[in-house]
């Protein structure tokens, strides 16, 4: 029997020592998944279903207000996930190029899925939490806020492009805008666009100009919450609740979950990875199943 309040799928897996060594045979590439798997529970839990975690601390009335099941991965999925971002020699991922404008850009017939947001939200430590199986990977980050003025195209094997967009906010270009509007509006094989919005401080009026920005476009996008660990259970649960508020009352096209995130604890990114792999198509058993 799954522990009582045990998601079914990960309950499945603590009662079954067989099917851990299922996974971690058949995804032996990522042994750093293998190490998560041995955690306690409740600590797997944490670090791998941050937003669920949260939700345990919620009065049961407002419990549905947390879109926990719209993507919900099983651990096998999360693993397959994980060799994709694990690099080897058949699966190259690399930093490609960089470009100023979308008519510099390497034309790329992958999908590809973008991450935005104000600078100093924590992008680039994401970006380099994302690609830590890869540690080869040069993910650049600029001393000075604002002074990524590039959109930086890294490539991940095979199966997607990921493509790091210059911060907006304090000291973004002036040309910022420009560009990555046309970014988001032209780009054909863009997939997926991700905003990151700090959990500390939540939704600040410059994120609302790229909030905007994929309204008006009717991109799909995803929020992803950075800096997880620099706050109390408690405050992170209020922000948390009041940026889903948002997300459902004033957004048509976001993807309704949300993906609160730490660059410290790796909370929440191997679910991000999983996630980005599906909705490029490449989780094949289960390609577009949910998002
Ligand atoms: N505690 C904590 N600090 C973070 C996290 N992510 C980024 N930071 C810090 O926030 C600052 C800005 O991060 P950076 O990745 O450079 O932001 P960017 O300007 O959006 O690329 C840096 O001092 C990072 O160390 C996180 O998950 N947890
Ligand atoms: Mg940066």
């Known amino acids: 029997m799954a522990a009582p309040g045990l998601r079914p799928g990960l309950g499945r897996l603590f009662e079954m020592p067989a099917a851990l060594g299922r996974v971690r045979r058949a995804y032996s590439t ?42 919900d991965p099983s651990l096998e999925d999360i693993a397959r996930a994980e060799s994709i ?13 960089s470009a100023e404008r979308l008519d510099h850009a390497p034309a790329l017939p992958r999908p590809e899925v973008c991450f935005i947001g104000r600078s100093n939200v924590g992008k680039s ?35 997607f492009t990921l493509v790091d ?63 997880i660990d620099k706050s109390s259970k408690g405050h992170l649960l209020k922000q948390v609740l009041q940026i889903q508020k948002f997300v459902d009352t004033k957004t048509q096209g976001c993807f309704p979950q949300l993906f609160p995130v730490s660059a410290v604890t790796y909370s929440g990114i191997h679910l991000l990875r999983c996630f980005i792999a599906d909705i490029t198509g490449n989780l094949k058993t289960h390609g577009f199943q949910f998002s």
């Open 30 to 71: 990522s042994q750093a998944f293998a190490e998560v798997l041995r955690l306690p529970k409740k600590q797997l839990t944490k670090l791998v279903f941050p937003l669920q975690e949260l939700e345990r601390h919620l009065v049961p009335d407002s419990k549905r207000e947390f879109h926990l099941k719209i993507f």
């Open 125 to 159: 430590s994401l970006i380099k939490a994302l690609f830590s199986l890869a540690p080869d990977v040069e993910v650049r980050v600029s001393k000075k806020p604002g002074h990524t003025k590039k959109m930086n195209f890294f490539k991940v094997g095979k199966y």
């Open 165 to 227: 967009m210059p911060g907006y906010g304090y000291r973004a270009p002036e040309d910022f805008v420009d560009m990555v509007e046309t970014y988001l509006k032209e780009r054909k094989n863009l997939m997926r666009t991700f905003l990151l919005v700090d959990s500390v401080v939540g939704i600040q009026k410059t994120d609302n100009i790229a909030v905007e920005m994929c309204e008006e476009f009717a991109l799909p996008y995803v929020m992803v919450l950075t800096k």
């Open 85 to 97: 971002f694990t690099a080897t020699a058949q699966n190259r991922i690399e930093y490609l190029s």
